[in-house]
Nanobody, 121 residues
Framework: VQVVESGGGLVQPGGSLRLSCIAS????????ISWFRQAPGKEREEVLC???????YYAGSVKGRFTISRDKTKNTVYLQMNSLKPEDTAVYYC????????????????WGRGTQVTVSS
């Protein structure tokens, strides 16, 4: 049972990236999925999550720029990041928890290893 992130890279300010969180060993349908990030020297922060009922919850710093979506046919959750800023630079982690609620949990059971996103000119 694992989740694996992909899609990170180097992008210029104002650009876009789409991260993928692919699940293996389980079906994501009844799972809450969250994206976290951790910048150098800073604590890990939750960016946004989607509940098992696909209700999104956003951190204030990314609202209007980032969106989360789930493709059940591919067992994948995506993080679409637009209008990227240098302060979005961080390692982004995907986390999952079996949690059949309309809201997101406080803790997660399955974590990926992260993918680096660097926003720089």
């Amino acid at each position: 049972v694992q989740v694996v992130e992909s899609g990170g890279g180097l992008v210029q300010p104002g650009g876009s990236l789409r991260l993928s969180c692919i699940a293996s060993g389980f079906v994501l349908d009844d799972y809450a999925i969250s994206w976290f990030r951790q910048a150098p020297g800073k604590e890990r922060e939750e960016v946004l999550c989607t509940s098992a009922y696909d209700t999104p919850y956003y951190a204030g710093s990314v609202k209007g720029r980032f969106t989360i979506s789930r493709d059940k046919t591919k067992n994948t959750v995506y993080l679409q990041m637009n209008s990227l800023k240098p302060e979005d630079t961080a390692v982004y982690y995907c986390a999952a928890k079996y949690y059949v609620q309309s809201y997101c949990p406080e803790e997660y059971d399955h974590w990926g290893r992260g993918t680096q996103v660097t926003v720089s000119s």
